[in-house]
């Protein structure tokens, strides 16, 4: 690659093993323009980056053996307590890895084609999990941080969930999904000095693409994610540039800035070792391309990464000085302790009735297996009040909020955390049957003077439903939600719960909406579910995607309807006359759009007089949409349902595809597998209701 500005934040993507489907974008133009565009000093220190790469002449530290620098690494787990809270084998997998490909110890080093067997490099370096933590500590160079964010796609906003001292350890973000410039990616790293800040320095790596094992998809190109990310940590670009895509003819026109990568266009999943795209062989095996047999870095690389390494950008030479080895306890000699637990937990349901039993699960940390962890669980209003079990389970037989807390321990030290208000309990049946109006009037919405009528806001993020007086439709005020901030999550409003016991058909819930999507590929949707358990099973009663919520054109401005602006949406609830209990729950999934508005909530008996009735309802949604390798179609209905899927292009070829299912998520590469790029509709019906999604290639 010639000496010219290049982005600071180079993506890569990587594709399930069997999907031959090609990648949309590399994120480099989107990073390049919000990089520069957003801070030019980053244009600086990437000069002095390159300047200091291109004077470096050698002289690495030899510490012995094949092993020339030691990086101490730290991995933050961010999860949902569900797989993605992926093992500590998993995570120790990866690093065996990463260590591995760059002391030229892989096994498939074997495979590399002739031309370049003698080229391969060994880099020299090793990458230690890190025995010291911040605070002088023990730990095990892991952490594990619960949030929804795992799930959102937005590389910062994870990233400020927990970070340690850049300065002194390799930090590497593990996340559930991942996503640039619309489209979902496998990880990204800065190169050196061209991070946002310094809390961002490191690699940020989805969970699927990590390791061998776990819920790694196991692929050559899976396991070889961490070697390329943190290949871009050490400063090398793509082998085909940066300008283009890869696969581009246009790339010829540039290099990577190393002499012994052949020039190439890139390699698009695929693994022609014969391939040729600007003149001479391609060097498709390298680490560095997107090819899906990727086992080698070559001597010019590794001079380039050593340069990198000795180099005051992004702190990377004080990451392997000594001083900093002890500091983090990666020093040759060190020997790895076992460590005091750090306490977490999660719990089956944060809301539930009198009686119901709720589950706790302990998710502790920092020590391993098979340590002899003491548990100690403390449940305020509970039966049993306290614990030692792993997952305990109790009952509560009065409404309210209650605190818990759980103190572990092992022979190294304790550690104890406690959530506030973190289960809430509804005494099932304290409403009789009265009409519901809910106009979110009350300043202090969603509590209530009488807890029988106050709400509940459930959110995996910063982001939530919040009472606004800016709109409304009747009244002074309403719900509004920001669907841009942290794309990719789900929040729900719940309401109080009924007693129907004495309620007769015609039954029926109708609210207020208005809302803009920002663009014509925003994704996002509402769903509307009913419970007669107190939450325990949700039943889906009404759903609508952002074209069936659309009130007004797309806007990127801040969207405030005017009274003209709304919408109703009405859902028969005949089938729960007579029951003992019903809430309903609205689910808003956050996909890119712009603001949700939400007002006059009604439950009452009578006839809705709404053309737009909702039944014999199913959800369909596309997401990521323009579509990637990983995007899929979503179908849910309330109980298994014949559902019919049928493609169609611009030209009016169709494809068509039969189901039986409540719930079922279908891969797009492979529902439309080789699908040239343009426009596709797909209509899902179940032989009432039809929908109709637009998905662009």
């Known amino acids: 690659m010639k000496n010219t500005f290049v982005i600071a934040l ?12 090609a ?120 952490t594990r941080t619960f949030s929804y964010l795992t799930n959102a796609g937005s590389g910062p906003a994870q990233k400020s969930l927990i970070n340690w001292d850049t300065q002194k350890y390799y930090n590497i973000w593990i996340v559930n999904y991942l996503e640039a410039g619309g489209s979902a990616v496998g990880g990204y790293s800065y190169l050196p000095g061209t991070a946002p800040n310094t809390e961002k320095e490191g690699s940020i790596i989805v969970n699927k693409q990590f390791g061998n094992i776990g819920t790694s998809y196991g692929s050559a190109l899976a396991r070889a994610t961490v070697t390329h990310e943190t290949g871009h940590f050490l400063g090398l670009y793509h082998t085909w540039g940066f300008s283009y895509a890869a696969g581009s003819p246009s790339a010829c026109g540039e290099d990577d800035g190393v002499s012994d990568t052949p020039n190439t266009s890139g390699t698009l999943n695929s693994c022609n070792t014969s391939q040729v795209t600007c003149g001479t062989l391609d060097n498709v095996q390298n680490y560095m391309d997107y090819s899906l047999c990727p086992y080698m870095f070559t001597n010019g690389q590794k001079t380039r990464m050593l340069a990198a390494l000795n180099s005051n950008a992004g ?54 297996l098979t340590s002899n962890r003491n548990r100690v669980w403390t449940f305020e209003g509970a039966t049993p009040p306290s614990s030692t079990a792993q997952q305990p389970t109790v009952t509560y037989s009065l409404p309210g909020k209650y605190k818990i807390k759980l103190k572990v321990s092992n022979a190294h030290g304790a550690d104890s955390i406690e959530k506030i208000n973190f289960v809430e309990i509804y005494n099932s049946g304290t409403r009789t049957y009265v009409d519901l109006s809910e106009g979110f009037e009350n300043a202090s919405f969603p509590v209530n003077a009488d807890s029988s009528k106050s709400w509940i806001i459930s959110t995996p993020s910063n982001t939530k439903f919040t009472r606004t007086t800016a709109a409304h439709k009747n009244g002074l005020a309403s719900l509004s939600l920001d669907l841009h901030t942290e794309t990719g999550c789900n929040h729900a409003l719940v309401s109080p719960n009924f007693d129907l016991s004495a309620a007769i058909a015609p039954l029926n819930y109708t609210f207020d909406f208005a809302y803009a999507p920002e663009n014509a590929n925003s994704a996002d949707f509402l769903k509307v579910y009913a419970s007669i358990d107190c939450g325990l099973t949700w039943s889906l009663k009404g759903s609508k995607t952002s074209g069936e919520l659309k009130t007004k054109e797309a806007t990127t401005s801040a969207f405030v309807p005017s009274v003209s602006e709304w919408n109703s949406m009405a859902i028969n609830l005949n089938a729960y006359a007579g029951k003992a209990s019903l809430q309903i729950k609205t689910v808003v999934g956050a996909r890119g759009g712009n603001t949700l508005y939400i007002d006059n909530a009604q439950l009452f008996h009578g006839n809705v007089g709404l053309s737009a009735l909702e039944s014999n309802t199913f959800s369909a949604t596309v997401y990521p949409n323009p ?17 019919s899927i049928e493609v169609q292009d611009v030209l009016g070829r169709k494809t068509s595809n039969a189901i039986n299912v409540k719930s079922s998520t279908i891969l797009l590469s492979e529902l439309i597998p080789a699908a040239a790029k343009g426009i596709y509709f797909i209509k899902i019906s179940n032989g009432i209701v039809i929908k109709t999604i637009s998905i662009l290639f």
């Not at 719990?347 to 009735?353: E, G, K, P, Q, V």
């Not at 579509?627 to 209905?637: A, C, D, G, K």
């Open 10 to 21: 180079i993506f890569l993507l990587f594709v399930l093993p069997s999907s031959t489907q």
């Open 23 to 142: 990648q949309n974008i590399c994120g480099f133009d989107h990073a390049l323009k919000t990089s520069t565009d957003n801070d030019p000093a980053k244009k600086i220190a990437l000069d002095q980056f390159l300047a200091q790469v291109q004077s470096y002449k050698g002289g690495a530290q030899v510490l012995g053996g094949n092993v020339n620098y030691i990086i101490p690494v730290v991995v933050h787990v961010i999860h949902d307590n569900g797989a993605s809270n992926i093992s500590d084998a998993q995570v120790k997998d990866a690093i065996r890895i990463l260590n591995e490909d760059f002391q030229k110890r892989n096994a498939d080093t074997s495979a590399v084609v002739s031309a370049f067997k003698s080229i391969i490099a060994d880099v020299g370096v090793e990458f230690r999990l890190a025995t010291v933590d911040p605070n002088g500590h023990c730990t095990n160079g892991i």
């Open 315 to 368: 702190y990377r030479s004080n990451l392997w000085s000594p001083n900093n080895l002890f500091a983090t306890g990666v020093n040759d000699g060190y020997v790895v302790h076992e460590c005091a637990p750090k306490a977490d937990f999660s719990i089956s349901r944060n809301f539930a009735c009198t009686g119901d039993t709720v589950n706790f699960y302990d998710h502790s940390y920092n020590d391993s």
């Open 627 to 643: 579509v990637t390798e990983n995007s899929v179609l979503h179908i849910e209905s309330p109980e298994s349902t014949n559902i």
